[in-house]
């Protein structure tokens, strides 16, 4: 496929760092949805520069977290048998596949690249090399913070070093880094499509490093060079990164490419309005799967960390299919966004009460399986078809998929215990609570096996209890369940069965 020139490409390009953040899920999300909106493509880079940062499985992991989200990536790396198209096997990860024309996607596999265009500045003079050790630079630091100066390098080489000599040095293999000459008393302007026109002072701006000692680039090197030649046209990022792009600009400018357009995108934060972190909960997008919270509601509520769907709008719930087509950068907002895991719980009790009973079943299987009281009933030959209809229960009030049978354990044990102060209703004698039970066996007993529906057992309870509903219902309650809040009766007797329910009211029969 050939790249045309009006396309829309936009890329994410997360560092490895063992996990995928929530603010990189939804700078992922952003760009992937604004992909699609624009029929554009979604390029997945791995920006994995900074070798003291090296996760085993790092890479692996966050494409596996996309893919548990039904992102689909166009162009650059995938997990191994997830590729449809044209790939081929990436150098330094064994697990992954990169497809595309702007490869390799993957900035280890890119060193050589780096460097030529590090060089190509040096010989333009738009960057030097700098011998410094960091014990020199630890003292220009230290000296600056206590003459309260902004901390900068003091252009030592530039100013010392002829290019003969530096030549020199690089020869006798004297460690080296490639700094970029920033110019003095200049203006950056960028019209950022989130917060407008942004401005920068290049006196502000530190000789920022472009190649490391190690011989591997800074992110900022690496990032620039890796976008123009993806032919990268929207960069969409978090707001951690506005104050990079003013380097970035001298460095699509000092090499004479067309810049990209920029959005950054909001903090996150907590709700105390500090940065979200991981002392204060969870960060990890996957934990939050873990945890019992559906793909579709993670979708949706991280959409809406940032983003509105404009002014009057009320809808709350959206699909990946409703965001594609609704969302855009006009909508995000400048200011934090607070991650509000009550809004987060709502969101996922919506949608678990849309996904189908059958969906839900599958989905939350791993969570029964978590769970002891759902061991003992599998050895009673508890069926899909008995989980069904508890979900079928608890569905109108499932937040979690993880909180499954949390609060009905008593459909999974007959172990209940009732005492007669349970199960009185008010100030009803030990009689009187007895032959209440017994008119509920009894109607219960004349419900033929094949007639055992919810609207049957709701209908004879009803006309039997007449006006005495408390008294009937409040007893039997109690005997199936043993709680004093539960689904109701009805609905308790229709999951546990006919022989079951009878059995209940039966052997509390016999102890009072
Ligand atoms: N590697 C950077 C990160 O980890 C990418 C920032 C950018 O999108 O430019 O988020």
Known sequence: MLINKNQFRVRFAPSPT????????RTALYNYLLAKKNKGQF???????DQNRFVEGAVERLIQSLNSFAIKIDEGVFLKNSCSSKSSPSKNYPLVLEAGESGPYIQSERLEIYKKYAEELVTKGQAYYCFCSSERLKEIREKQITQKKPARYDRYCLENISPEEAQ????????????LKVPRGEIIEFEDLVRGKVIFQTDLIDDQILLKSDGYPTYHLANVIDDHEMKITQIIRGEEWLSSTPKHILLYKFFNWKEPKFAHLPLLLNPDKSKLSKRQGDVAI?????KGYLKEALINFVALLGWNPGKGETQEIFTLAELIEKFSLNH?????????????????????????????YKRSLKFWEQKDFYQ??????????YIKKVLIIEKER????????????????????TSLDAIRWKNSTSSETKTYLKKSLNTLENIKENDWNLKNIEKHLLAKAGEKRGDLLFPLRAVLT????????????????????????EKVLDTI
Not at 286 to 290: F, Q
């Open 482 to 505: 043993g709680q004093k809040k539960s689904p109701s009766p009805f609905e308790v007797a229709w999951v546990l069965g006919k022989k079951e329910s009878l059995e209940r009211i």
């Open 332 to 360: 995000v907002h400048k200011g934090g966004a607070v991650f509000d895991t009550k809004k987060l719980d709502w969101l996922n009790a919506q949608w678990i009460k849309q996904i189908s009973l059958d969906d839900l």
């Open 168 to 179: 020199k040095k690089i020869e006798n293999k004297i460690p080296y880094v490639i700094r």
């Open 43 to 49: 390029i997945l880079r791995i920006e994995d520069t």
């Open 376 to 385: 003992s009933a599998k050895e009673d030959n508890k069926t899909e078809k």
């Open 398 to 417: 499932l937040q979690k998929l993880s909180d499954v049978g949390e609060e009905n354990q008593f459909f999974f044990t007959d172990r209940i215990a």
């Open 286 to 290: 996957e934990d939050y799967l873990k």
């Open 18 to 25: 063992g996990y995928l953040h929530i603010g990189g899920f």
